[in-house]
């Protein structure tokens, strides 16, 4: 008779727990398409998905479980039910940089590592259009010039040189990778305890950073923006930095500073310098940046490419199947490191 009672038991906490999971809510504002949208309610059925737009999101988020998409952290705080969000980018500042939503229970989680191969493939080709001269040959093509000179004055070799990674996350570990395989030296700059790895020669605390810079024939930075990763590219760092060295940088504008970047270029110590981000974005029309023919810059498109969305996408129904069975999520962002 107490078997039996007991099975009863877990019979009803079943059906209880199944009842919750059926009455969760989920408000989709991503810029997943129609098809998409179709595919993450397939894989949680028992999920009620409401398709959004910032403008409804306001009303719509009074009622709902989660979220997934680009939703304002002031919105966060005011929901009551809310206990996810599912951000659509790597950096996690907009909600870990808002006071108070650290001390809430929602679990942030974004799309870092899924974005790695697309931003590391940018930052070396940006490094690879400054050092092979690409960006005069270019210039060159409008004014239907034969530059064979200047050209020459542009190139030079990646390999035997040392690449500086400061931040060796899921972008960070990817251009370490394809740093290594141009026959580079590769240093990381992170505040993990990372094992060691064919591709890094070795990796030191942020707090040593002063020590690497020296060396480098190319810093790249691709840290998540923190209150203690702020400006970490400092004035002093750059002019710390080896004579002719270049400077490439494809996480989070606020990283560096600016105007020792723009010093450092008009004193000739760099040899050049790219940016897919910066501090203003976008960079207005008039800044000094701008002056610079060994600077390129891209309006923050690293993390574009013709697989994007669909690894997003599986992260999404992931974690969206695994919210709907009360499962540990992917991606977890620790709001108090801030990534």
Not at 4 to 12: H, K, N, P, T
Not at 48 to 59: E, K
Request: proline share 6%; aromatic share 6%; hydrophobic share 45%.
């Amino acid at each position: 008779m107490q078997r039996r009672i007991l099975s009863l038991v877990a019979i009803g906490l079943a059906l209880v727990s199944s009842l919750f999971a059926q009455n969760k809510k989920v408000l989709v504002l991503s810029r997943m398409g129609p098809e998409s949208f179709k595919r993450m309610q397939a894989a949680a059925p028992n999920v009620t998905l409401i398709q959004g737009d910032r403008q409804s999101a306001p009303q719509q988020i009074m009622d709902v479980d989660g979220v997934i998409g680009p939703l304002q952290p002031a919105l966060a705080l005011k929901a009551p039910k809310l206990k996810w969000i599912q951000i659509e980018s790597a950096g996690a500042e907009a909600f870990t940089f808002t006071p108070g939503f650290a001390q809430t229970n929602i679990t942030l989680t974004n799309c870092k590592i899924i974005q790695g191969p697309e931003i590391a493939d940018h930052a070396l080709g940006l490094l690879l259009a400054l050092t092979r001269g690409i960006n005069v040959a270019i210039r060159a093509m409008s004014k239907e010039e034969w530059p064979t000179q200047s050209y020459a004055d542009h190139v030079i070799e990646l390999r035997g040189k040392t690449a500086v990674v400061i931040g060796v996350g899921g972008i960070g570990t990817q251009i370490a990778l394809r740093a290594h395989a141009a026959g580079m030296t590769v240093i990381g700059v992170d505040p993990k305890d990372i094992p060691y790895t064919s591709y890094l020669a070795k990796t030191v605390p942020p707090d040593e950073l002063d020590s690497v810079i020296p060396l480098a024939d190319v810093v790249f930075i691709s840290a998540p923006l923190t209150q203690q990763s702020l400006k970490m590219m400092g004035a002093r760092e750059f002019e710390l930095m080896k004579q002719n060295s270049y400077f490439i940088a494809v996480s989070r504008g606020r990283l560096y500073d600016m105007d020792g970047l723009v010093k450092a270029l008009d004193s000739k110590k760099l040899a050049g310098a790219a940016v897919d981000v910066t501090d203003p974005e976008p960079l207005p029309k008039g800044h000094a940046l701008w002056k610079f023919p060994n600077v390129i810059v891209t309006p923050h498109i690293a993390g574009k490419s013709d697989h994007e969305f669909d690894r997003d996408e599986d992260l999404f129904i992931e974690n969206l199947k695994r919210f709907a069975a009360d499962k540990p999520l992917l991606n977890i962002v620790d709001k108090a490191k801030g990534y």
